[in-house]
């Protein structure tokens, strides 16, 4: 069974507008971690923001901010205000404390696309 | 601030030549992983060292896979006998051991075409 789902091939966003990148995962463990990805054409993966599962707040870092619903194992990634820079693919993450510490499970990812 | 740099950015082989990838991780970060990501995949993990401890790998590392990184600082990945099945990009990643969230930091990934 997929541990990190992205639904999402692809999505396209008007710039300036907000974006909503969806990410279900699959746990039985009560601690784990939860990240999203940008991965531009250049390859490198670049970290956007953490949650944590036992953290009460969503997390935000500028424009990005996650929807945690732990109930639904949801975590879904807000872009606000999208720039043509955000064109990309973005991988949702997941961290088990079973695993190893840094062993993350990524989905297969959804691949953005600002229209200006 | 110089971040993870992997070498070479591509290649291209013919099959069941060897090949090896170098990776150089953040000089104060003490654990790396490496990753494959095949076209359409997320990154897939294959091993991960902690200095130069190889604490885990994959089932995806087969026998002609090796993986070292004998002083605790850069790090070798290594196919023997490469076949078509393994172009794909290889990541490597390194992080610090006791952050809060264990961030990994990726390079830009190494492309292998296997002819």
């Known amino acids: 069974a997929q541990k990190i789902t992205q639904t999402q091939p692809g999505m396209f966003v008007q710039e300036k507008e907000a974006v909503t990148l969806d990410c279900t995962y699959d746990t039985s463990d009560p601690s784990y971690g939860l990240f999203w990805y940008k991965q531009p054409s250049s390859g490198e993966m670049i970290f956007l923001i953490y949650q944590g599962s036992y953290d009460q707040q969503n997390a935000t870092e500028g424009r990005y901010s996650l929807n945690f619903q732990k109930a639904r194992k949801s975590a879904n990634l807000v872009i606000s205000a999208s720039q043509l820079g955000d064109s990309a693919m973005y991988f949702c993450?997941?961290?088990?404390?079973?695993?190893?510490?840094?062993?993350?499970?990524f989905g297969k990812g959804t691949k953005l696309s600002v229209k200006p | 601030d110089t971040g993870v740099s992997q070498d070479p950015r591509h290649k291209i082989t013919k099959r069941g030549q060897n090949v090896t990838f170098r990776c150089d991780p953040i000089?104060?970060?003490?654990?790396l992983y490496w990753y494959r990501q095949t076209l359409g995949q997320g990154p897939e993990f294959l091993t991960y060292f902690q200095n130069e401890a190889q604490l885990e790998k994959s089932r995806l590392l087969s026998d002609r896979f090796s993986a070292e990184r004998p002083k605790g600082s850069f790090s070798t990945l290594e196919i023997q006998r490469t076949e078509q099945g393994d172009s794909a990009m290889y990541l490597c990643?390194?992080?610090?051991?006791?952050?809060?969230?264990?961030?990994?930091?990726f390079g830009e990934g190494s492309r292998l075409t296997v002819l």
């Open positions: 000089s104060e970060h003490n654990r």
């Open positions: 990643a390194s992080s610090l051991r006791g952050t809060s969230n264990g961030e990994l930091f």
């Open positions: 993450a997941m961290r088990e404390p079973g695993g190893s510490q840094g062993n993350l499970i």
